[in-house]
């Protein structure tokens, strides 16, 4: 493993611009990016990405976009993508991929706080989400279309793709001057979160902060020359911009963009990648398609498999544990996989993968085991926007089952009185971008961030996040969702007194709403209902009417993962008294999942 020392030696003086030259001149024929699997997948060889990057360079700059600005990008997974952020990265810009679940309110806000003069959409769908929003840009000077036919006619300040492309003749002089005017600690991406209180921060990362978490990982588990990975997480996720954009140009990998979720599993078999992050709820789905193998086995065959799964989580927990393998067990462990477990890896393409990670989200121990059981272990790594992904990484040597690893090279993680985990290091950002277009600090005086949730670090240096202090929601997907935000759209409803967001590590977001024991009564009289009751105007039809549309009035407003999918309604009143809310009356998110465990778990069976 690399030591601080040499990690830094390693980064020093490389920039993103600089590694893309780099590439091209001493990989110019490899494969750098692939556009789905099959015979009719798209494919750029280095020379081929820096000439497109080149190109959309020049013609960017000739819209105006100059260092330091902002320009924004909402486009699906594909080639396009990848080359407009990097030739905004070379013209000296800032880009920032958007989710394309983002509502229109949502867009405006990112909008107009990045300050962004160029936009880059991709088509139809992203032109009518957007246009709304657009004459409330003051900085706006064009808005580049990939799929011309989607543009207004009527709007000067769109302008295809292709002609931004093709603007002006190559100046390859020119081009090499803009890649040696980028410094390592010049800001290179922007990425937007979902914030704790459903206002989303700026974070600003650096070519530095991106290339020592790239290398960082690489040197952890290193994985073969030129490795090929998979990308299929939203660009506008850090975890797929440090895996799919600068750590295939750290080592020179070649990225198949897989464009729909539901392609995943044929790419991964198709490219069989020698690396792969999943989010939680992708490693159980994996884990269910196994398991799904395993029981049609015949039975002579199901033996061999429980036996060689036997020993491979016997070794497993040994490791996890810190303890050494007993005598002739590794010899065996690695013949069993060998002639029977690797074919079940190469059912859903992880055969060659030598680099399994999980984060975003806890993973079921049992899934966990249940992979390693079958050879492929899955290591957790814990982290956030602010420390470039990663900051914590567990690895084949040194991991922990319940633990999401110890802080890497030259990163320190400690707890403070509070129990909040702090982090320092070279991962850590920037800072959050101001609406001025001012970076403001992330961290106290001494360089620690204050990461927001809550941990322990042990005696053996792994670290365990036991929660977190402002309550974010984690999808089980791995998305971040705000609760106070979705709970003050449904309590606008004079039904509502109380509501409450449900679906941390679970599939989906539900609701718990509360009738209001004033207003609900006077609701129901105005409406012409004549029990008016709490428990009765539970079970109303014209009330549970009403509530349904609340509902998808603040389901309009909220982006696809912070929708509420299922809901259930409760008479109260809840108070202190009854458990469910603190003496300042807010919300006891504990005691209310104790306490209505049942209705809570009726919306997810």
């Not at 000077?141 to 003749?169: E, H, I, K, N």
């Not at 462990?333 to 859903?348: W, Y």
């Not at 360089?447 to 240096?461: H, K, M, N």
């Not at 549309?549 to 912070?562: D, F, I, M, P, Q």
């Amino acid at each position: 493993m690399a030591t601080p020392e040499q990690l830094h030696e390693s980064v020093e003086g490389l920039t993103i611009p600089g590694l893309l030259r780099r590439n091209a001149r001493r990989f110019a024929a490899r494969p750098a990016l692939t556009t789905g699997p099959g015979p009719d997948a798209g494919t750029l060889s280095w020379a081929q990405l820096r000439a497109e990057v080149a190109a959309l360079t020049r013609g960017l700059t000739v819209l105006g976009l100059r260092r330091g600005d902002r320009m924004l990008i909402a486009m699906t997974r594909r080639a396009e993508h990848w080359v407009a952020d990097l030739a905004a990265v070379h013209a000296g810009a800032l880009p920032c991929s958007t989710y394309d679940t983002l509502s229109t309110e949502q867009i405006g806000a990112v909008a107009r706080h990045s300050g962004a003069t160029v936009l880059v959409l991709e088509g139809e769908e992203q032109v009518r989400r957007w246009r709304p929003v657009l004459d409330d840009l003051p900085n706006l000077r064009a808005v580049v279309v990939l799929d011309w036919d989607a543009a207004p006619a009527d709007d000067p300040r769109f302008v295809s793709y292709a002609a931004v492309r093709g603007a002006t003749p190559p100046d390859d002089a020119a081009f090499e001057e803009l890649t040696d005017a980028v410094t390592p600690d010049q800001p290179l991406t922007l990425v937007y979160t979902s914030g704790t209180t459903g206002d989303p921060k700026g974070v600003v990362l650096s070519h530095r902060n991106v290339i020592y978490e790239s290398l960082m990982q690489d040197r952890l588990v290193p994985v073969p020359e030129h490795p090929r990975s998979v990308a299929y997480l939203p660009l506008a996720h850090i975890a797929e911009r440090v895996l799919g954009i600068y750590m295939p140009l750290c080592n020179a990998g070649h990225v198949t963009i897989c464009p729909e979720p539901d392609q995943l599993l044929p790419t991964l078999r198709a490219v069989r990648p020698h690396g792969f992050f999943g989010v939680p709820r992708v490693w159980e789905k994996l884990a269910a398609g196994l398991r799904a193998r395993l029981a049609a086995l015949p039975p002579d065959q199901a033996e061999a498999v429980t036996q060689a799964r036997k020993t491979a989580l016997e070794v497993h927990r040994l490791r996890s544990e810190g303890k050494d393998l007993p005598a002739g067990l590794a010899e065996p462990l690695e013949q069993l996989d060998a002639q029977v477990m690797r074919t079940f890896r190469a059912a859903v393409g992880l055969d060659e993968c030598h680099r399994a990670f999980s984060g975003a989200a806890p993973v079921p121990a049992a899934v966990l085991e249940f992979l390693a059981s079958v050879g492929l272990p899955v290591y957790e790594v814990w982290g956030l926007s602010e420390t470039t992904g990663a900051a914590t990484v567990s690895t084949p040597g040194a991991y922990a089952l319940g633990s999401v690893g110890r802080p890497g090279p030259g990163i320190e993680v400690r707890v403070a009185d509070d129990g909040e985990l702090l982090v320092r290091g070279p991962v850590v950002f920037a800072g959050y971008l101001r609406a001025d277009g001012g970076i403001e600090p992330g961290t106290d005086a001494d360089g620690w961030l204050a990461t927001g949730d809550v941990g322990t670090v042990d005696s053996r240096g792994f670290v365990t996040v036991t929660d977190r202090k402002k309550e974010i929601i984690i999808t089980d997907g791995g998305k971040n969702i705000a609760p106070t935000r979705v709970e003050s759209l449904l309590r606008a409803h004079p039904l509502i007194a109380h509501a409450v967001a449900i679906g941390d590590r679970r599939r989906y977001l539900t609701a718990l709403l509360v009738l209001d024991e004033e207003t609900a009564p006077l609701w129901a009289r105005d409406h012409g209902i004549e029990e008016t009751g709490l428990q009765a105007l539970t079970r109303h039809p014209e009330v549970l009417a009403a509530l349904d549309r609340a509902v998808a009035e603040a389901n309009a407003v909220l982006s696809r993962a912070e929708q509420v999918k299922k809901h259930r309604v409760l008479a109260g009143p809840w108070t202190a008294e009854t458990g469910e809310l603190t003496p300042k009356l807010s919300l006891r998110r504990r005691a209310i999942d104790e306490l209505h465990a049942a209705a809570i778990e009726s919306m997810y069976t």
